[in-house]
């Protein structure tokens, strides 16, 4: 099973709470969390776990100018415009390839041959019984989402699958949600969360995705949020109020630490709810 923690946008807490739901649930459940924030992969600051990393690769067409005839295949092929001709020679632009290998395929001298490009890394490793596993996109590269994808495209695991998706509403969420069985939406209840927030319940309403809400730093000023919730029928699962406690630990890098020795009563709904979740779809099949 597999549960995608989105917000609408960053700083509502997405990872606070996928690190200690994560942690909350692996003393009863076999957990697997899966940072997928391939920008800003933050959640192991929290963890500490020693990583073993392996590079990703994609194919990229690499061109030997000597034996093209300058024939315009390649070009003519590429459903991307990566390769455009200059002077009856072919212009690559390696960011916008897709790596569908159609111009090595189509030119008729092999002067196009597949090369690799490193453009990230993903770690994984333990911490405590539970497995954690994140992506690292290369500086200056653009193929987050096909990181992403890579990332999540073994769903085969025994263990539940906690992914802390990158924030907001575009491409990176949406890959992060693609076979999400149940999303978890942070959101502040502020004005601008509750904006934020109609923005990611839509995006999973669209996906067709069952969600439900964690509320994050609830001053009890928000009757408002509650309302909107309701009308849309999104289950409130916990409300958590602003803890200076919780912000202390959190700047260090410490919520395990907050765990062990705060009062965390309010996080319990949170638990409750998920695992009410895991175990109806356990016995669902
Ligand atoms: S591999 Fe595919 S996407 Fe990339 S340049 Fe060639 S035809 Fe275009
Ligand atoms: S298809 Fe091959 S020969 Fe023709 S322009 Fe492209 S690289 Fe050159």
Do not use: W
């Not at 730093?217 to 309302?227: N, P, R, T």
Request: proline share 4%.
């Amino acid at each position: 099973m597999r549960i995608v923690v989105v917000s609408g946008k960053g700083g509502a807490g997405k990872t606070t709470f996928s690190v200690i739901l994560s942690i909350l649930l692996s003393k009863e459940v076999d957990i697997e969390l899966i940072d997928s924030d391939v920008e800003e992969p933050n959640s192991n600051l929290f963890l500490n776990s020693a990583l073993e990393s392996a590079s990703v690769y994609r194919k990229i067409p690499r061109l030997n100018s000597e034996i093209c005839t300058g024939c315009g295949k390649c070009a003519d092929i590429c459903a991307y415009n990566s390769v455009v001709m200059v002077k009856q020679k072919p212009l690559i632009f390696t960011d916008l390839c897709h790596s569908c290998g159609g111009c090595v395929e189509v030119c008729p001298v092999n002067a196009l041959t597949e090369a690799d490009d490193k453009y990230g890394e993903i770690g994984s490793g333990t911490s405590g019984n539970m497995m954690f596993k994140e992506g690292r996109i290369d500086v200056g590269k653009i193929q987050s989402p096909m990181l992403i994808k890579e990332l999540l495209a073994d769903k085969s695991s025994d263990r539940v699958q906690i992914v802390d998706a990158p924030p907001g509403t575009a491409c990176n969420t949406v890959q992060a949600l693609y076979g999400a069985d149940f999303a978890l939406i942070v959101a502040e209840p502020t004005p601008f969360g509750t904006s934020d927030f109609k923005l990611i319940h839509e995006l999973t309403r669209v996906m067709n995705i069952d969600s439900a809400v964690v509320v994050n730093k609830d001053e009890g000023y928000s009757k408002d949020f509650y309302k909107l919730c309701e009308s849309l029928e999104v289950p409130v699962l916990a409300a958590v109020a602003f803890d200076e406690k919780l912000s202390q630990y959190y700047s260090v890098g410490n919520l395990k630490g907050y765990l062990e020795n705060e009062d965390i009563t309010s996080y319990k709904g949170a638990v409750d709810g998920l695992k009410s979740l895991i175990m109806s779809e356990k016995k669902n099949g």
